[in-house]
């Protein structure tokens, strides 16, 4: 099975607030304003928002450790040419930005964000201020894909819990570990069935998940909205990537380090290579399981998370065993999230820590460790 990873920096001067400079950079790299561009061994692309980069590997690859080469030499050499001119930040959401100042990519693609506007009214932070790790996982055939859609699907909580990383919204802790899910879950709600509340209903079949898409698109198509019909409009936690034969799990935090977003990576993988799991699998069931893991990240799910450590440990190759120590920290010591929670209610200064984080990015360090 080959991994892919997608990760969301956001753009910062010295003092962490956001710059809407993504088109800038880009044309400064390459000489226009793309979309996307082949940035030695990664791609870097725009998002909706101005304010935030992606980094993606060149390629996917058999290994963690590949993944994470590519990423952090594409890192490195971001910051050669750059220097401190910006400061990228990881996590879930950026912690200060307030949406009303976040202008959105107006170079190409305006036709589908306009009709995103008209559907769902992007100017909202489950929009605009948003930053996902996504792990895209190759399957196949249809019956591979059926297993791992499933599985996966089961252990999106257990994955929200550990990679929860956005309790500040607008410079105040909210009382919530995963805020970018909260709004994100909600930024559809017009046509729900998008989103599916993270968690995606079971299915049987190939033929189950595709009723499922055209249920959506013809919903689309009723609203003059045929330019979105296409298998990446599908919002859930996991969804079906044809075009790319992978599945993308889309429910997780960007993290503060490429380090520890190998860490989740490397703990997935062999929780897939489990003949059985003693997870939840009712729809119901994993809903509420799930808003345990966004209200309180680790806390309340220690126990299941030690058990599924333990699982994935047994059923790891070395390369992944060398990357779930970190997870391990994350378990027994609380999520990101609950960590900066606990920094900012003990008294340090938002950003001293996002200061921290920043530097672990730059030196591709996992806080904590």
Same mark, same amino acid.
């Given at each position: %099975?080959?991994?892919? /990873?997608?990760?969301?920096?956001?753009?910062?001067?010295?003092? *962490?607030?956001?710059?809407?400079?993504?088109?800038?950079?880009?044309?400064?790299?390459?000489?226009?304003?793309?979309? @996307?561009?082949?940035?030695?061994?990664?791609?870097?692309?725009?998002?909706?928002?101005? /304010?935030?980069?992606?980094?993606?590997?060149?390629?996917?690859?058999?290994e963690?450790?590949?993944?994470?080469?590519?990423?952090?030499?594409?890192?490195?050499?971001?910051?050669?040419?750059?220097?401190?001119?910006?400061?990228?930040?990881?996590?879930?959401?950026?912690?200060?930005?307030?949406?009303?100042e #976040?202008?959105v990519?107006?170079?190409?693609?305006?036709?589908?964000?306009?009709? !995103?506007?008209?559907? *769902?009214?992007?100017?909202?932070?489950?929009?605009?201020?948003?930053?996902?790790?996504?792990?895209n996982?190759?399957?196949?055939?249809?019956?591979?894909?059926?297993?791992?859609?499933?599985?996966?699907?089961?252990?999106?909580?257990?994955?929200? =819990?550990? /990679?929860a990383?956005?309790?500040?919204?607008?410079?105040?802790?909210?009382?919530?570990?995963?805020?970018?899910?909260?709004?994100?879950?909600?930024?559809?709600? @017009?046509?729900?069935?998008?989103?599916?509340?993270?968690?995606?209903?079971?299915?049987?079949?190939?033929?189950?998940?595709?009723?499922?898409?055209e249920? #959506?698109?013809?919903?689309?198509?009723?609203?003059?909205?045929?330019?979105?019909? @296409? @298998?990446?409009?599908?919002?859930?936690?996991?969804i079906?990537?044809?075009?790319?034969?992978?599945? $993308?799990?889309? =429910?997780?935090?960007?993290?503060?380090?490429?380090?520890?977003? %190998?860490?989740?990576?490397? *703990?997935?993988?062999?929780?897939?290579?489990?003949?059985?799991?003693?997870?939840?699998?009712?729809?119901?069931?994993?809903?509420?399981?799930? $808003?345990?893991?966004?209200?309180?990240?680790?806390?309340?799910?220690?126990?299941?998370?030690?058990? %599924? !450590?333990?699982? =994935?440990?047994?059923?790891?190759?070395?390369?992944?065993r060398?990357?779930?120590?970190?997870?391990?920290?994350? #378990? $027994?010591?609380?999520?990101?999230?609950?960590?900066?929670?606990g920094r900012?209610?003990?008294?340090?200064?938002?950003?001293?820590?996002? =200061?921290? %984080?920043?530097?672990?990015?730059?030196?591709?360090?996992?806080?904590?460790?």
């Amino acid at each position: %099975m080959t991994i892919g /990873t997608e990760h969301e920096f956001s753009i910062n001067d010295s003092e *962490f607030h956001p710059l809407p400079v993504s088109d800038q950079i880009l044309k400064e790299i390459c000489g226009s304003f793309e979309s @996307e561009i082949l940035f030695g061994d990664v791609w870097l692309a725009k998002e909706l928002q101005k /304010t935030v980069i992606e980094m993606v590997p060149r390629s996917p690859a058999v290994e963690i450790a590949a993944l994470e080469s590519q990423l952090t030499q594409g890192l490195s050499r971001f910051y050669r040419i750059f220097g401190n001119r910006y400061r990228l930040l990881g996590l879930g959401m950026h912690p200060t930005a307030r949406v009303h100042e #976040i202008p959105v990519w107006d170079h190409d693609e305006g036709e589908y964000y306009r009709t !995103y506007d008209r559907l *769902f009214d992007i100017r909202q932070h489950g929009w605009l201020n948003i930053q996902a790790l996504q792990i895209n996982l190759s399957f196949q055939d249809s019956s591979e894909l059926v297993f791992l859609f499933n599985r996966i699907r089961s252990l999106l909580p257990y994955l929200i =819990a550990i /990679t929860a990383s956005s309790p500040v919204v607008e410079g105040k802790l909210t009382g919530s570990c995963d805020n970018r899910l909260l709004f994100y879950r909600q930024n559809q709600k @017009e046509l729900p069935a998008i989103c599916s509340g993270i968690i995606p209903e079971k299915i049987r079949t190939v033929a189950d998940h595709k009723r499922r898409m055209e249920s #959506i698109w013809r919903e689309l198509r009723s609203r003059d909205a045929d330019i979105l019909c @296409e @298998e990446w409009v599908d919002s859930a936690g996991v969804i079906v990537r044809f075009s790319r034969k992978c599945l $993308e799990i889309k =429910a997780l935090d960007e993290q503060e380090s490429i380090r520890s977003d %190998m860490a989740f990576a490397a *703990f997935v993988r062999p929780l897939l290579r489990c003949h059985t799991l003693p997870v939840e699998t009712g729809q119901d069931a994993l809903l509420e399981l799930a $808003e345990l893991a966004v209200q309180r990240g680790t806390s309340g799910l220690k126990d299941e998370l030690r058990q %599924m !450590y333990d699982l =994935a440990w047994r059923n790891a190759t070395p390369d992944e065993r060398g990357y779930l120590p970190i997870v391990r920290d994350r #378990i $027994e010591n609380g999520c990101l999230a609950e960590r900066i929670a606990g920094r900012i209610s003990r008294g340090k200064a938002l950003t001293t820590v996002l =200061a921290d %984080m920043e530097t672990c990015l730059r030196e591709n360090r996992a806080y904590g460790l």
